[in-house]
């Protein structure tokens, strides 16, 4: 039995629909990302799913329970809140202590549980500090102690790693992602950050406009991307309009390119993603069977692991391209090259309906 | 000449802010002294020697012991009654929005606009059509209604600076509302209330102009027992009255100080970070 279901949820405010008809589950120990911009509803998905909010129509399912209707603490859910939310007259362990008493846990466990807990996020020996003296990252670690301890059945994250600075962000998404797999819980990320979505999440629901636009894992969606805003929202490529025809497709500025077996035929986009374009100096040869346009650099940047181009074609359409640094390319700013492309790393998308 | 004009300005806003300060402190420095004057009239300041003997008078008067007592127990009764109301009314005010919430803001806060001689006069009329004979019951509900508006503004104040997300964090850790009101809101209001309270018991025990209307024979404040004594028995125990209520509202202001800080509550209307 799944332990969330979420069914035919919607969700009104004023006229405006913020949750529309949306359904997934959640099974056991996984760990889903509602992942969207702002605006999109996971925000209100994950209130929906705490009881902050009721819904207006469908059901909410918690370990075959409905739970739609039932009041916060009728739940058992854990939730860390964007800014944690530490109670601030209280120390780290009466933090941690507050749910375990309010769920009825016998005094004789708490130091116990406490202690694992604090174990668990690293925080021992912090027990007696004030959420004050705590950093940013440190005051995270006791919110993710404080809803672990009840042991609830789901655990809701709510933008878990936007308020710390870019740096810090990085080294705790991947402990993060450690607690979540040795806790063994069942999560829900919400997230606008498609790289936190990706790096911790085993399946991604992205969302727009209170719609779920597409699910699957972080390469399932970034590879194969339902439609125009997906692509857009994770990752960058590079669009034209045209009409396909079999296994070719013609832009609006007349460049035909291969795009490999496509079924169906007519007006549609062609997307392809910079990283996937090879920009080779005239001369050199890489991909068989690749697309080849000739063009020039027209700007460049020195990214470091990754370099920019943006090469104007023939045509006088603009391309971005990422190279990675390998030593090995010299192409300069101002300089005639071409681009390979290969068919199967052609995106074609249908017009949005 | 720009320094010079800025330097005056400097000079002409210390000067004003001593002589507002001494304008204050002077009469009532003068009042203190008074009250220890050795003459047994009321004469020119300053006293030509120093007794106490006004205020053995005092505690030996039953007309102004009666009203000290009342007083303080009007104070204390009318500070409980405010700051449990006030409070209520407060959590109401920040916690819900629904249509007709400014006019209640605004009705709540009215009494510190309408002036008191009105409010007497009018709860007057009103308890004597409804039958409210009891002096002390008429006392404790006036003074209700001008003490509340301290004790939901500085209670307002406080909530406002309160994070939603800690009310709703105790609620997904299985806090129920009024668990989670009793064990997070209010512990992070309690300056807030504190101030309230403390304003509440200052202007309870200050008030003569609603207390005049409310009083019967039996339950007048000392405030009042001033007001007639001025009229018909003029001596220097209304001085010795007077230093006895300053030093109850310099305790209140240190207490104030010792639990929000005198700064958080009067410069910035408690308002948190």
Redesign the interface.
Same mark, same amino acid.
């Given at each position: 039995m799944p332990v969330l279901e979420f069914s035919n949820v919607n969700k009104r405010f004023g006229g405006e629909l913020a949750v529309d008809n949306v359904s997934f589950q959640v099974g056991e120990g996984r760990i889903v990302s509602l992942l969207g911009p702002s605006g999109c509803g996971k925000t209100t998905t994950l209130r929906l799913i @705490?009881?902050?909010e009721q819904p207006d129509g469908g059901d909410i399912r918690i370990r075959g329970e409905s739970v739609a209707r039932k009041?916060?603490?009728e739940r058992n859910?854990?939730?860390v809140?964007?800014?944690y939310?530490?109670?601030?007259?209280m120390t780290v362990e009466a933090n941690i202590a507050?749910?375990m008493r309010?769920?009825?846990v016998p005094q004789s466990e708490f130091a116990e549980r406490t202690a694992k807990v604090l174990e668990l996020v690293k925080m021992q020996g912090l027990q007696r500090r004030n959420p004050h003296q705590l950093s940013g990252g440190q005051q995270q670690r006791v919110a993710l102690a404080? @809803?672990l301890v009840?042991e609830p059945s789901l655990l809701l994250l709510d933008e878990p790693l936007s308020n710390l600075d870019a740096k810090l962000r990085e080294s705790l998404r991947i402990e993060l992602k450690q607690i979540l797999r040795s806790a063994g819980i069942t999560t829900i990320i919400v997230t606008h950050d498609q790289s936190e979505a990706m790096s911790m999440a085993d399946h991604i629901i992205v969302m727009s406009k209170g719609r779920v636009m597409q699910r699957g894992s972080a390469e399932e969606i970034y590879s194969t991307p339902a439609n125009r805003f997906v692509a857009d929202f994770i990752g960058q490529s590079n669009w034209f309009n045209g009409q396909l025809q079999g296994n070719r497709f013609v832009t609006d500025d007349g460049l035909t390119i291969a795009v490999g077996d496509r079924a169906g035929a007519g007006a549609a986009e062609l997307g392809i993603r910079p990283e996937r374009i090879a920009v080779r100096t005239n001369g050199t040869r890489g991909w068989d069977g690749a697309n080849v346009l000739g063009g020039k650099i027209e700007t460049t940047e020195y990214l470091g692991p990754t370099i920019h181009h943006w090469v104007r074609l023939q045509s006088g359409r603009t391309v971005h391209a990422i190279v990675q640094n390998d030593g090995q390319c010299f192409a300069r700013h101002g300089q005639d090259i071409h681009l390979e492309i290969r068919p199967e790393d052609c995106l074609v998308l249908g017009p949005e309906p | 000449m720009k320094r010079f004009t800025d330097s005056l300005l400097g000079l002409v806003v210390l000067g004003v802010s001593i002589i507002t300060v001494l304008f204050l402190v002077i009469p009532l420095l003068m009042a203190a002294v008074m009250s220890f004057d050795s003459r047994e009239y009321l004469g020119q300041f300053p006293p030509p020697g120093l007794s106490t003997r006004w205020y053995t008078s005092f505690f030996s008067d039953a007309y102004y012991l009666k009203g000290l007592k009342v007083s303080l127990l009007l104070a204390l009764t009318s500070t409980c009654l405010s700051t449990m109301v006030g409070v209520a009314a407060a959590f109401t005010l920040d916690r819900y929005r629904f249509p007709g919430r400014e006019v209640l803001s605004a009705f709540f806060l009215s009494p510190l606009i309408v002036p008191h001689v009105i409010i007497g006069f009018s709860l007057l009329l009103f308890f004597s059509s409804i039958g409210l004979l009891d002096g002390f019951v008429r006392l404790v509900l006036g003074h209700l209604i001008i003490t509340v508006p301290y004790v939901i503004r500085t209670t307002l104040a406080s909530l406002v600076g309160i994070r939603k997300s800690f009310m709703e964090a105790a609620l997904i850790l299985g806090a129920t509302e009024s668990r989670a009101m009793w064990k997070i809101t209010v512990p992070l209001a309690k300056t807030g209330i504190a101030a309230g309270a403390v304003f509440a018991l200052a202007y309870s025990l200050d008030d003569v102009s609603v207390s005049l209307f409310l009083t019967d024979p039996n339950f007048y404040t000392l405030p009042v027992a001033m007001t007639n004594m001025m009229r018909s028995q003029f001596d220097l125990r209304i001085a010795s009255a007077s230093v006895l209520l300053m030093i109850m509202t310099i305790v209140l202001i240190w207490l104030l100080d010792r639990i929000a800080g005198l700064d958080n509550v009067v410069g910035q209307g408690v308002y948190h970070k």
């Open positions: @705490a009881g902050f009041r916060p603490y859910v854990g939730l809140f964007q800014d939310a530490l109670f601030p007259h507050f749910g309010e769920r009825g404080r @809803a009840t | -």
